[in-house]
């Protein structure tokens, strides 16, 4: 019986397909991994370690080589190898650049923004890695000519080379057995950075989840059944109707607010309001946009809150509306993430509806309007407004203000972060926080026009923080196991004047305890005072 083995030379012009899988995988190894192996090198000390670093290495190649055998056949393996160097060249670069790992929810978080957000991240040495280190590979492998085998010899061929890959794997491993074990028990953000393997796992991950959605339930799983208002008659004069706005920041970090003692005056306006509540230990579900705005309103805690099965859940504006609450969710942002899907939404991302627009469409334009809302429906009656902003997105902080909130100078005026003078980056994300400030005043002194005739409030918090370059990390998004506090530690800030059903001694004696997104359910439901079994022994920001 002939056993196949693979040759040691091949032409220029033609190439064994197990060769071209193995020499691709060598290239995403070198080209692709080079934040994998920075945080290798950070941990390792590479002359005591240089037998584990080159054993890691082999592991990697094997891994890769084994991926790429099971992906590619004679009929797919130009497409597979041909998508999977573009998307691993994509990848690199925001790991490299950014820190950025490409698990479910940062898959599940690109798909949802938006072309504007996406333009943002589209810088030159972006576009020319793609080119070099994916696109020219591609053509490359297109234009490589590739012997086609019999089945039986392609069948052998295969099952060799997945042997071999298979044996290099454990060729690098086992003689450091030992030191694996400890690198993966302490060390297990690390291998987040493995690209692409990473990212094709959570491609996988993320195709099963919406091959599970066919089989889900085709009616929402309904919440808080029980659930009633409880008319107060032991106040006089009675209670007024509720007013409410609930402002969803975007990427706004805890430690950047001068509320919190951030020696930067980044809140101005805010810290010469009266009766302003800001909690210093406040924590955001999850660390991206999609995971993290419907866990805020979601019945379930962060420790049983699922990104996969929130859609098929009703949410604590459902229940206000069947309540007979008036909420209207206007966005500035890339869409509620399903939050809104049942109540009346409004896009505030272009002109259409939003008058305040130059380089992009302005936070303070979802406030027109502000008082046909209140009065729209004759008499007074309860309301919420969600105002979902743009806020600090990044990586573009430059533009995310009009140029007369720029009050910390120089400013980072590029999206390659990692190019910029640390200092010039902060600058510019601060002067972002100044100009959401000046938004959340003027939400205030809207609500302030209306406290004589409704019980008026104002919650803002952000969905989650940013990484600034700690660590040479940059945006969000880390797996939240693994993200520093930067991407999990947000602002919470409560205010309402004092004429207002509220126990403000309550609120004050909770601003210095540990809070987080799970908070905000049960606050809507007791400011509009609704009672559930369902939060009844939730924490509230709102006790009557």
């Known amino acids: 019986m002939n056993i196949w083995l693979p040759k040691l030379s091949f032409s220029t012009r033609q ?54 055998q099971l992906l590619c056949y004679r009929i797919s393996y130009r497409f597979v190898l041909m998508f999977i160097v573009i998307i691993a060249a994509m990848c690199a670069y925001f790991t490299d650049a950014y820190g950025t790992i490409f698990d479910r929810n940062m898959l599940l978080n690109g798909m949802q923004t938006d072309e504007a957000e996406a333009l943002d991240l589209l810088a ?30 392609a069948t052998q061929h295969k099952a060799v080379t997945l042997l071999m890959a298979v044996a290099l794997i454990a060729i690098s491993v086992l003689p450091f057995g030992d030191q694996y074990a400890s690198f993966f028990r302490q060390h297990k953000q690390v291998r987040y950075y493995t690209n692409p393997i990473i990212p094709i796992y959570s491609a996988f991950k993320l195709v099963k989840v919406y091959y599970d959605d066919m089989t889900r339930p085709t009616s929402m799983i309904t919440h808080a059944t029980d659930a009633k208002r409880i008319i107060t008659t032991s106040i006089s004069p009675p209670t007024k109707p509720k007013l409410m706005v609930l402002v969803v920041g975007e990427t706004v970090r805890g430690d950047h607010i001068s509320l919190n003692d951030y020696p930067r005056d980044t809140m101005p306006l805010l810290g010469k309001q009266e009766n302003i509540y800001s909690f210093k230990d406040a924590t955001a579900c999850g660390t991206s946009t999609a995971y ?35 909420v209207i969710w206007r966005d500035n942002n890339s869409s509620s993430k399903g939050v809104a899907d049942r109540v009346t939404y409004e896009d ?19 406030l027109n309007g502000f008082d046909k809302i209140v009065t729209a429906s004759g008499k007074p009656r309860d309301t919420l407004l969600v105002l979902h902003q743009m806020g600090n997105h990044g990586p573009a902080y430059y533009k995310r203000y009009p140029k007369e909130f720029e009050v910390f100078k120089p400013v980072c005026m590029s999206n390659e972060l990692s190019e910029c003078d640390p200092s010039s980056l902060i600058n ?37 923080g940013e990484s600034l370059g700690e660590n040479n990390i940059y945006l969000h998004g880390l797996p939240y196991q693994i ?19 509220i126990d403000s001694d309550s609120l004050h004696s909770l601003v210095i305890k540990p809070v987080s997104h799970d908070v905000i359910t049960p606050s809507l439901l007791g400011f509009y005072g609704i009672h559930t079994q369902e939060t009844a022994d939730k924490m509230t920001l709102f006790k009557p």
């Not at 272009?350 to 979802?366: F, K, V």
């Not at 993200?483 to 059903?501: G, Y």
């Open 483 to 501: 993200a520093p506090k930067a991407q999990k530690h947000v602002p919470l800030i409560v205010w309402f004047p004092e004429n207002n059903d």
């Open 428 to 464: 510019g994300y601060d002067n972002a926080i100044r100009y959401t400030d000046f938004f959340l005043n003027a939400t205030i002194e809207k609500l302030k026009q209306y406290q004589n005739s409704y019980d008026v409030a104002m919650i803002y918090m952000s969905d989650h």
């Open 292 to 326: 993290s705005v419907p866990c805020m309103f979601s019945y379930l805690d962060q420790k049983d809150y699922d990104v996969d099965e929130a859609q098929y859940h009703e949410n604590v504006l459902d229940t206000l509306s069947r309540l007979g609450v008036k």
């Open 124 to 153: 030159p040495a972006f576009i020319i890695r793609v080119l070099l280190l994916g696109v020219l590979p591609a053509l490359l492998i297109f234009k490589a000519r590739v012997p086609r085998l019999s089945w039986k010899k």
């Open 348 to 366: 505030f991302e272009t002109a259409t509806l939003n008058p305040i627009c130059d380089e992009e469409c302005r936070d303070i334009g979802m």
């Open 15 to 68: 190439i064994g397909l197990d060769y071209l899988i193995f020499f691709t995988a060598v290239f995403l190894v070198i080209t692709a991994n080079l934040r994998f192996f920075q945080q290798v090198l950070s941990i390792y000390d590479l002359t005591s370690n240089l037998g584990f670093i080159i054993s890691l290495t082999g592991m990697v190649l094997g891994l890769l080589w084994l991926i790429l």
